[in-house]
């Protein structure tokens, strides 16, 4: 492309060509880091599960903790590896996420302050709470990205969530831990299941392009 | 009675640049090189005029240890861009 003058109609072409070529919704590999988030709690919850089945100590529950170090890795990378360039959906599905984040870290503080002043284990609430937040996060993803599959297979998983609500409630039952298998099979619906959705589209899409 | 086409935007290579950054919130060199087809230099050259026009902002640092360069419409930019599409249908509606 060169710096010259255009006629009227090649102008108008020119703009409808350019905004055509940077429109995308999908582009390939779009859903690997559900796949990684995904991937990383299932395993997480597995093992921390067998860990406590093994064991019969509730410690590695701490565990979950891990995820804020994959957390940190992450967002290291992600800054490290600028994209080339941000679309207005990126860009609104980054925010999102970024929002979702700052809830479950407050809510982690917080519960783990409570903990602290009442004497009582209130953490066990994070995860239902997780649960509720990437659901969310997901079906709003899903929203963005006019992907039906990510809209509602969060709605299966929430499912889990009030029920571990329902549980806390109850004066007569307690969190087992059954729980954390429970949590992995929330996330295999809500993140990986979607993710390969994502990237199958994605690769369709971008194939015919 | 034609309204007149603003210049910095009636050329191929910075009116290709305009419409890609009106569709996204940003794109780096890179990105615009590779749409645009442009060489290097000469698509500085017009990221430069555009960005003291006022028409897009321009941000350099460094990711790693590699410079990078990212652009973005200003909301001057923007309402240029609306009058210069709006030049052109006058144009076109009245041939």
Redesign the interface.
């Known amino acids: ?6 006629n ?5 072409q ?2 409808s060509q ?2 055509q ?3 995308q919704n999908l582009e390939v590999g779009r859903g690997n880091e559900f796949l990684l988030w995904g991937y990383t709690t299932t395993i997480l919850a597995f093992a921390i599960f067998v860990l406590e089945w093994v064991t019969r100590q509730d410690f590695w529950s701490f565990g979950w903790l891990l995820l804020f170090v994959f957390w940190a890795g992450m967002t290291y990378f992600r800054r ?9 959906t ?2 609104a599905i980054n925010q999102v996420w970024r929002v979702l984040g700052y809830m479950f870290i407050i809510t982690v503080i917080v519960f783990f302050a409570l903990t602290y002043a009442f004497q009582a284990s209130l953490t066990i609430i994070c995860m239902p709470l997780s649960l509720l937040y990437i659901g969310i996060g997901v079906s709003i993803t899903g929203i963005i990205l006019q992907e039906r599959c990510m809209i509602y297979t969060p709605l299966v998983a929430f499912v889990i969530a009030f029920y571990m609500l329902g549980v806390l409630a109850a004066p007569n039952i307690t969190p087992d831990i059954w729980w954390n298998l429970y949590f992995g099979i929330a996330i295999i619906l809500m993140q990986i299941v979607p993710g390969h959705v994502l990237n199958c589209k994605a690769k369709k899409v971008c194939s015919k392009n | 009675m034609f309204k007149e086409l603003d210049p910095l935007l009636h050329s191929q290579l910075r009116l290709a640049v305009m419409s890609i950054l009106l569709s996204v919130d940003e794109a780096d060199f890179v990105y615009l090189k590779e749409k645009t087809e442009a060489t290097a230099g000469n698509l500085s050259v017009q990221i430069e005029k555009l960005s003291t026009a006022g028409y897009i902002s321009v941000e350099k640092d460094f990711v790693g240890r590699k410079p990078h360069t990212s652009c973005r419409i200003t909301p001057l930019g923007r309402k240029a861009f609306e009058d210069y599409v709006e030049a052109l249908k006058s144009y076109i509606s009245n041939q």
């Open positions: 492309m060169e710096d010259r003058a255009l009227e109609k090649e102008s108008l020119l703009i350019m905004i070529s940077s429109k490290s590896k600028k994209p080339q360039v941000v679309t207005y990126s860009k």
